[in-house]
């Protein structure tokens, strides 16, 4: 069973439009959480971590953690074609040493 | 900016040979990953390792052994190649404590197994 489910699998967005994708963890351990960006033929990279409740904000993005929901989200403002991409949401586990993946989100950015 | 090399980047091999898929990291970082990403599955850790000499299972690590003889290198070892086993292949170096420290992938394996 997947510990980190994210949804949608995919969306498509225009050039300028607003991107939101979400994350939920089915692990009350799950505290702390990534967001990874890949890009085709890439190895993924990490976009920003966020543990406090509330938001986490870097440049066009910004991601929103609910503890008690075990729920996270990324927001990206102005989305240009660059950021058409698979993006992964991830938790620590196996005692904090490593990073479990969801499934991750295709997003489409259309000129 | 941190740097993981993988290699070979691509790979065929035949069903019940002997695969090594090799992972040079130059971060100084104690941690390593190795994870297979399939679609529909995200990317699944096989095994990692906190140090040189160490190697720790994940969570699909059957069919796999992994080797990390010094600070820099980490192999992922597959002794008897399997066409379930087809799939690309991404290492990482992480510090710190393991998933509370970003992770740094390599560009990737392609491995095909007929």
Same mark, same amino acid.
Not at chain 1, 4 to 10: A, C, F, K, L, R
Not at chain 1, 50 to 75: C, M, P, Q, Y
């Given at each position: 069973?997947?510990?980190?489910?994210?949804?949608?699998?995919?969306?498509?967005?225009?050039?300028?439009?607003?991107?939101?994708?979400?994350?939920?963890?089915?692990?009350?351990?799950?505290?702390?959480?990534?967001?990874?960006?890949?890009?085709?033929?890439?190895?993924?990279?990490?976009?920003?971590?966020?543990?406090?409740?509330?938001?986490?904000?870097?440049?066009?993005?910004?991601?929103?953690?609910?503890?008690?929901?075990?729920?996270?989200?990324?927001?990206?403002?102005?989305?240009?074609?660059?950021?058409?991409?698979?993006?992964?949401?991830?938790?620590?586990?196996?005692?904090?040493?490593?990073?479990?993946?969801?499934?991750?989100?295709?997003?489409?950015?259309?000129? | 900016?941190?740097?993981?090399?993988?290699?070979?980047?691509?790979?065929?091999?035949?069903?019940?040979?002997?695969?090594?898929?090799?992972?040079?990291? *130059?971060?100084?970082?104690?941690?390593? %990953?190795?994870?297979?990403?399939?679609? +529909?599955? !995200?990317?699944?850790?096989?095994?990692?390792?906190?140090?040189?000499?160490?190697?720790?299972?994940?969570?699909?690590?059957?069919?796999?052994?992994?080797?990390?003889?010094?600070?820099?290198?980490?192999?992922?070892?597959?002794?008897?190649? *399997?066409?379930?086993?087809?799939?690309? %292949?991404?290492?990482?170096?992480?510090? +710190?404590? !393991?998933?509370?420290?970003?992770?740094?992938?390599?560009?990737?394996?392609?491995?095909?197994?007929?």
């Amino acid at each position: 069973q997947q510990k980190v489910q994210q949804s949608p699998e995919s969306l498509s967005v225009p050039e300028g439009g607003m991107a939101s994708f979400n994350c939920t963890s089915s692990d009350r351990n799950f505290q702390y959480f990534w967001w990874y960006r890949q890009h085709s033929g890439e190895g993924p990279k990490a976009l920003m971590s966020i543990f406090s409740d509330g938001d986490k904000k870097e440049g066009r993005f910004t991601a929103h953690l609910n503890k008690a929901s075990l729920h996270v989200s990324l927001h990206i403002r102005d989305s240009q074609p660059s950021d058409s991409a698979l993006y992964f949401c991830a938790a620590p586990y196996q005692g904090g040493r490593a990073l479990i993946f969801g499934t991750g989100t295709t997003v489409s950015v259309s000129p | 900016e941190a740097a993981v090399t993988q290699s070979p980047r691509n790979k065929v091999a035949v069903t019940g040979g002997k695969v090594t898929l090799s992972c040079n990291q *130059t971060n100084n970082h104690n941690n390593m %990953y190795w994870y297979r990403q399939d679609t +529909g599955h !995200g990317l699944r850790l096989i095994h990692y390792s906190y140090g040189a000499g160490s190697t720790e299972k994940g969570d699909i690590p059957d069919g796999y052994k992994a080797s990390r003889p010094s600070q820099e290198n980490f192999s992922l070892i597959l002794e008897l190649a *399997t066409p379930s086993q087809t799939s690309v %292949y991404f290492c990482a170096s992480g510090g +710190g404590t !393991g998933g509370y420290a970003e992770q740094f992938f390599g560009p990737g394996t392609r491995l095909t197994v007929l």
